[in-house]
């Protein structure tokens, strides 16, 4: 079924919601929004089944065939579960690199200060990227950083980070690699023979295409079983989780027995795509597709085409005073179509969504959509102001 179709059905149904064009929680395909119609006992032996499938089809993605690593749902949102990797793989005397280059990387490094975690932070500002070279530099510089972390795609805007060269200089460094690849894993390509990492976090609700309610970290057994007596939280224990877990089949605390039921059927459907390369074609596409529309209507995106992630896009706002965002936001939103404000700190922006159950038909609908919008608003060109593109030109590569 078409995905625009599988919405109609879902009208006809009496669930008539906007699109998100958000990086989630974002649209789930109907059938997934019906997985949560039965309740689940959590001791029971068909929930714990349903546990372990999940852990099973999440590993799967890795193509891990040593079976070096394994996976750790953790209840609540992804920043959980990033707040359970680093507090259970970071030592109470290890030190963190922490990579910045938007909201999620600052996030990590207030983590740690909640953590009392020692930590440095390279801060590049809110979106050029981290680079091999500079993490060389800083590492051999300080020898008692043990760890560094880095956002896979830094959804805060789109941009998407280098973590191949990130990696090859954390490893022949010495030093082990911890990432949030949030709003990445499950369309975009993170195998340990591609990429070396020592542990990961993302969430149900992000490129699985689940709802909301856990987060997960997969990490190597032998850094899982290293993390005993690290944490400094219970409920945020990644170890006691597995460990708990590999014994009983059971989550320690009340699990979001819906979720995992809905995020069941959301990976037989990622499986049905053709698990991640064919998310990411899809997403890919989405991308494309909606790019090429906003920028037929003036728009201009923060990164050029080498940067842009098929996660999410940052557009400036147009330069024409009659543009106003909040207003835009409206409109669009009364068209069905949920958009997402900015977070550059030095011009004004906004940012549009390619995951979730949607396609190409879709995106060409978001940016029709956009241009009636400006038509509506009087906003007779999307052209951004001289200070974006002047912005722009900073990230050269
Ligand atoms: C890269 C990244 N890290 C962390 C988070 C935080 O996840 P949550 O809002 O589910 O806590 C997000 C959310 O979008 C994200 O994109």
């Given at each position: 079924m078409g995905l625009s179709l599988q919405k109609n059905e879902a009208a006809r149904q009496g669930i008539d919601s906007p699109y998100l064009l958000t990086p989630g929680p974002l649209t789930t395909a109907l059938s997934v929004k019906q997985a949560m119609l039965k309740d689940w006992g959590s001791w029971d032996s068909d929930f714990r089944a349903m546990t372990a499938t999940l852990r099973r089809g999440l590993l799967d993605?890795?193509?891990d065939a040593d079976g070096a690593y394994d996976c750790v749902p953790i209840q609540g949102s992804g920043t959980f579960a990033v707040e359970a990797m680093m507090a259970s793989f970071v030592p109470r005397d290890g030190k963190v690199l922490v990579l910045v280059n938007g909201a999620y990387g600052k996030r990590i490094a207030e983590t740690l200060v909640y953590l009392g975690r020692e930590h440095v932070v390279i801060d590049k500002g809110d979106y050029l990227p981290p680079r091999g070279p500079e993490v060389a530099e800083a590492l051999a510089a300080d020898p008692a950083i043990t760890h560094v972390v880095v956002v896979h795609c830094e959804t805060s805007s789109g941009i998407l980070n280098p973590i191949e060269e990130i990696s090859e200089a954390v490893y022949a460094a010495g030093r082990t690699l911890l990432l949030d690849s949030m709003s990445a894993f499950g369309a975009l390509p993170i195998l340990p023979r591609h990429v070396r990492f020592e542990a990961l976090a993302s969430s149900a609700n992000k490129c699985i295409e689940g709802v909301p309610g856990f987060g997960f970290v997969i990490a190597r057994k032998t850094g899982i079983e290293a993390a005993k007596g690290n944490s400094h939280s219970l409920s945020l224990d990644v170890y006691a989780q597995w460990a708990a877990m590999e014994k009983t089949g059971q989550w320690r605390f009340t699990p979001p027995t819906h979720v995992v039921a809905a995020f069941l059927e959301a990976l037989r459907l990622h499986r049905e795509e053709g698990g991640c390369p064919g998310r990411l074609a899809r997403y890919t596409e989405n991308r494309d597709v909606m790019v090429a529309g906003m920028r037929a209507l003036g728009f201009e995106t923060l990164l050029k085409d080498r940067w842009l992630s098929p996660i999410i896009v940052t557009f400036f706002d147009p330069?024409?005073?009659?543009?106003e965002f909040a207003r835009f936001y409206d409109r669009m939103k009364a068209k069905g179509f949920i958009i997402y404000p900015g977070k550059l700190t030095i011009v004004d922006s906004f940012r549009v969504g390619c995951i979730g159950r949607m396609d190409a038909d879709v995106m060409r609908r978001v940016t029709g959509a956009a241009g009636e919008t400006l038509a509506e608003m009087g906003v007779a060109s999307a052209e951004p102001p001289e200070k974006a593109m002047i912005e722009r030109a900073k990230l050269t590569a």
């Open positions: 993605l890795l193509e330069a024409d005073p009659k543009f």
